[in-house]
């Protein structure tokens, strides 16, 4: 017998919030790893760089970005003559947070030579402070795009910078950080899944930081090579999609676990460990979302003389991406 489906809890707040985006010529983006109920009301879902892309060609006037602080700031720094909201001011990063613009400042001062390269996962500040920003896509291709007599500072993931190092052949200086995230994923917890799951194809998604770690076994080759993909989540999806096999052990935060079985719903996707939760990402909820397109909170605006700074490695990174 088929299951009625029960009416979503905020089936009135959903609607009043397509309401309201109508009236405020409002464009919702939402990132991958926020919560089912939020990803459906979106536009467009996707990861950092997908939606600041999104955000800088849209026509509407406000943008409510349901994600995490940096990447309202980034997409702010893209498109500064839009108003760019964030639904819980709160949700911040904890990768960001290893590092601030003065820690930056006195690491440059040792370097004064150095080229600076920064994840995308970094502040307004951090940003501009930065000669590039790469994401793990085109951080290799990033380092390998700088002169080999430079050195470089690499902040702040410091698996992403191991791994970049492996890949370069190249020493760079790393800064200590890591995502709370990712340290999760830890290397027996995953080794562990592809015994489990041997026919499962592996699914390392290489953006937010989450799974620096996985990608750096892979490259010391304790996670084996065949069957392992290092994707976005748009790859992960389209991955998913194309493949002949039905079973994936996804090795990044749960919330991309929604889309990839709305998307793929004759698949199994096992995720490489449910702890693996971004507790900033779930800040937003559907209520604050209703809150923020009623009020227009909270703005994220990047002052101008750091976002003009700011932009100049965006830029960079979106010319080598
Ligand atoms: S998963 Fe990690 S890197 Fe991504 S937003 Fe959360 S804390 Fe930051």
Not at 52 to 76: N, W
């Amino acid at each position: 017998m088929a299951t009625l489906l029960q009416p979503s809890p905020h089936s009135k707040l959903i609607d009043e919030i397509l309401a309201l985006k109508e009236k405020r010529n409002a464009v919702i983006l939402a990132h991958n790893y926020q919560i089912p109920e939020i990803q459906d009301i979106a536009d467009f879902v996707g990861d950092s760089l997908g939606l600041s892309r999104q955000a800088a060609k849209t026509s509407a006037e406000t943008i409510v970005f349901c994600g995490v602080h940096f990447m309202a700031e980034t997409a702010s720094i893209v498109c500064p003559d839009k108003k760019v909201l964030i639904p819980d001011p709160e949700a911040g990063c904890s990768l960001a947070d290893t590092i601030n613009a003065e820690q930056l400042r006195e690491w440059k001062h040792k370097y004064p030579d150095a080229i600076v390269v920064s994840y995308v996962n970094t502040t307004a500040e951090v940003k501009a402070e930065s000669d590039y920003c790469c994401t793990s896509t085109n951080a290799v291709n990033v380092v390998n795009s700088i002169p080999k007599d430079k050195e470089i500072l690499f902040l702040p993931d410091i698996f992403l910078g191991a791994y970049v190092q492996s890949k370069t052949k190249r020493k760079m200086h790393l800064w200590p950080g890591e995502c709370h995230v990712h340290a999760k994923l830890d290397p027996q917890t995953v080794l562990g899944l592809i015994d489990k799951y041997p026919d499962a194809e592996f699914l390392i998604h290489p953006e937010c930081g989450c799974v620096t770690n996985c990608m750096y076994l892979v490259e010391e080759g304790k996670i084996p090579q065949k069957g392992t993909y290092i994707l976005s989540t748009e790859g992960m999806v389209r991955h998913a999609k194309q493949s002949p096999a039905n079973e994936f052990v996804v090795a990044t935060e749960t919330g991309i676990l929604h889309r990839l079985k709305k998307e793929n719903p004759q698949k199994n996707f096992i995720p490489a460990s449910e702890n693996a939760v971004c507790q900033y990402m779930k800040m937003i909820t559907v209520e604050k979302l209703h809150r923020s397109l009623t009020d227009l909170v909270y703005e994220v605006k990047v002052p101008k003389e750091i976002a003009d700074r700011a932009r100049v490695p965006i830029e960079r990174m979106l010319a080598i991406s």
